[in-house]
């Protein structure tokens, strides 16, 4: 029985870490749909909605609600510079050297934030406090609530902005055939700005919701970006719901990794699966022919 809890709790842990990989890997998975590049400054959006919820309650003060709103707000306002400055002037370019602008600026990102606000770790007050909620012979911490809601009003919001909304609809087209999309009128490069500014938000929601847990610092959104992308690869990058299961198998494996074997092999079981899976089935582990995309 002592057995079986222990593989609860670390399943309920992992669930919850693999939701949060979920939502980085959807924000890669718009991006990448709508442009064809990777954005490798993923990670750094979500540190950066950490830091701004932290900065925003110890430094301004704020009530946690309106701490959020300035984390989003902010980190969308810096994915739409990101957007304007960087990859729009480099429209004609491969899209090894867009990935390389994204690598570029996950560096000056993360100077900046460490600059600014220094190298210590810093720590978001719970949503709901911390009192453990007893599960199934597992305790579950009130934040981990809060992740699987936030994280399954996404999905659900997402699904409904992509296929019943005109602007979901035109970005879809745009992520099929970009010169079709044009010729009856959408504006690609609208679509592509709105695709950054969605995706900054998820990754600053990410952030903030995770933060009471691991705590953030400068230099925490390189671990988390490799993570969601693993993720977006184990989903197939066009499929937004293929994306959520393996943020979810992600967590759960790395998870019981950890508590099994060692907390040491924590990262190396991440990246042992990504490797695995572009060898072995480099579509992705849901993809099967085309699927709808996010």
Partial sequence: MEFFNQITQYAISGLSTGAIYALIGLSFAIIFNSTGIINFAQGEFVMLGGVLAIVSITALHLPMPAAVAVAVVGTTAVGLAFERLAIRPLKNATPLSLIIV????????RGLVMLIWGKDTKALPPFSGDTPIEVAGATILPQHLWIFAVTLLVIVASRLFFHHTI?????????????AASLVGIGVGRMVLLSFLISSALGALAGVIIAPLTMTAYDVGVMLGLKGFCAAIMGGMGSGFGTVLGGLI??????LGAGLISSGYKDAIAFFILLLILFVRPQGLFKKGETDRV
């Fill in 250 to 255: 992600l967590g759960v494996l790395e998870s």
């Fill in 167 to 179: 602007t979901g609809k035109a970005m879809r087209a745009c992520s099929f055939n970009r010169r």
């Fill in 102 to 109: 994204t690598i570029g600026a996950s560096i000056l990102i």
